[in-house]
Nanobody, 126 residues
Framework: QVQLVESGGGLVQAGGSLRLSCAAS????????MGWFRQAPGKEREFVAAISWNGDSTYYADSVKGRFTISRDNAGNTVYLQMNSLKPEDTDVYYC???????????????????WGKGTLVTVSS
């Protein structure tokens, strides 16, 4: 069993930066690909970024490529999302997820995503 707890959300002005963290419990954190998703009210949850179990490979949605960076610390059971050059359209609840593969995250494959966090709100003001 893995529990995921996000933190680091908040209010920031457009052009600013935030770093989200996702702390995982359980000793099998290193076995999972990890990812970030976001969801606005009334909209579907969308893929943001993913990182392989060993951190060697990263993947990004086109909308955040070049602005967001995902990283992980397996010793500390934590995955991060550094968000720079934030835009008002980045305003969403951001969720952390653990999956059997990066592909499962990129394709939002429900059967492959085993754990979700409860989310942290990011608000970008114009």
């Amino acid at each position: 069993q893995v529990q995921l707890v996000e933190s680091g959300g908040g209010l920031v002005q457009a052009g600013g930066s935030l770093r989200l963290s996702c702390a995982a419990s359980g000793r099998i954190f290193g076995n999972y690909a990890m990812g970030w998703f976001r969801q606005a009210p009334g909209k579907e949850r969308e893929f943001v970024a993913a990182i392989s179990w060993n951190g060697d490979s990263t993947y990004y949605a086109d909308s955040v490529k070049g602005r967001f960076t995902i990283s992980r610390d397996n010793a500390g059971n934590t995955v991060y999302l550094q968000m720079n050059s934030l835009k008002p359209e980045d305003t969403d609840v951001y969720y952390c997820a653990a999956a059997i593969s990066s592909t499962a995250l990129i394709k939002s494959m429900a059967g492959g995503i085993h754990y979700w966090g409860k989310g942290t709100l990011v608000t970008v003001s114009s």
